[in-house]
């Protein structure tokens, strides 16, 4: 007689540990476990969730199609869905209020927010917009779904809708707000307060919400200054509308004198955006720095080239990178099994 524990009992140690982020030892319980029993829908759809967690997602489509033809029943079916939109293997022509995405699930079976990200990741950001609305009035969508439901928004060109919502970025644990000393702004009037704007993400976004800058001080500002990565500090001196441009790591040794309020820099396009829902232009440096930038390169050695850059991706440690980055470029896919619903 055999002293080894009941396969149930197995099976939840296994699913103990992938939840602790041991993937290693659930990967090995699971493949043992399936030497014993290949009729298990859940362990089945486990394995797929890890499966695409590791980054198979071709894989993991065909685990989890295994575990719905088990009868792993509406989780089974929505990690094959999760599976298949990260393999890029649903085809764009579909409409899930008529047909099955993935050629075997029932359409009735996935809430709005399934068909909401299933769209959004086919680009089809407007009529993503229905499904995301439904889910958010429902209150079914997670900070992170909250967060994707902004992005579709200013994707389909509904920006006020959009910075309403990306607010929620902060709640998606992606992101953390800097330890500032000073009441943050909330969009109430500024009356002459000397705000500071604290960068934040990536230099591309940086550079676009240069724009909103000079509608703080229109907005009642007695002055602006910014936080931004070193590189960026020469241009945002140039645009001659800061009070004080300072580098990140100058964050810790800010006088707290030099201001009387702060924000994160998206925050600023949510409470400036312009009340006809289009973008502010954007800011130019001032008359000297071509004349800056070629003394620069002259003295890198690189004056007369010509040079254009491209922001190809973010970065790939995002939850959004497949979102905010180049179709082609596959080092960004994202490897978080959003979404997923791990059987115990």
């Known amino acids: 007689m055999s002293d080894q524990p009941p396969f149930e009992a197995r099976f939840r140690a296994a699913v103990e540990r992938h939840q602790s982020g041991d993937l290693e030892g659930a990967e090995a319980a699971y493949l043992a476990l399936l030497a014993e029993r290949r009729d298990h829908a859940p362990l089945w759809s486990n394995f797929g969730i890890l499966r695409r967690t590791q980054g198979h997602a ?3 489509s065909a685990i989890q199609r295994r575990a719905v033809q088990l009868g792993g029943g509406a989780g089974a079916r929505r990690n094959l869905l999760n599976a298949l939109v990260s393999a890029h293997r649903i085809a764009a022509p579909f409409d899930l209020d008529l047909i099955d995405p993935a050629g075997e699930l029932a359409p009735e ?3 709005p927010e399934w068909r909401a ?3 959004s990741e086919l680009g089809r950001n407007r009529r993503a917009l229905r499904w995301y609305r439904e889910a958010h009035e429902a209150g079914t969508l997670n900070p992170t779904l909250v967060t994707e439901y902004a992005i579709a928004n200013l994707r389909a060109g509904r920006f006020r809708e959009g910075w309403a919502l990306y607010g929620s970025r902060w709640n998606a644990k992606q992101l953390s707000k800097p330890s500032i000393p000073a009441p943050e702004w909330q969009g109430e009037p500024l009356a002459g307060r000397r705000l500071l704007v604290a960068g934040e993400q990536g230099l591309g976004d940086m550079i676009y919400l240069a724009r909103f800058l000079p509608l703080a001080l229109a907005a009642g500002a007695g002055e602006v200054s910014v936080i931004v990565r070193r590189p960026l500090a020469p241009l945002f001196e140039s645009y001659g509308v800061c009070a004080a441009v300072h580098a990140r790591g100058e ?3 800010l006088d707290p004198g030099s201001f009387d309020t702060w924000c994160n ?6 409470h400036l955006w312009p009340e006809d829902d289009t973008p502010p232009p954007p800011l130019v440096p001032r ?3 071509d004349a800056r930038a070629h003394a620069a390169q ?3 050695g690189t004056e007369g080239l010509f040079r254009i850059g491209v922001v190809w991706g973010t970065s790939p440690t995002s939850t959004f990178a497949e979102r905010k980055s ?3 470029s596959g080092s960004f896919r994202s490897r978080r099994s959003r979404g997923c619903s791990l059987s115990a």
């Open 117 to 119: 990200r299933t769209l």
């Open 287 to 289: 008359p000297d720095a």
């Open 326 to 328: 180049c179709a082609s």
């Open 298 to 300: 002259a003295l890198a």
């Open 265 to 270: 820099a998206f925050d600023l396009a949510a």
């Open 58 to 60: 071709l894989a993991a």
């Open 109 to 111: 079976e996935l809430g």
């Open 251 to 253: 964050l810790a040794t």
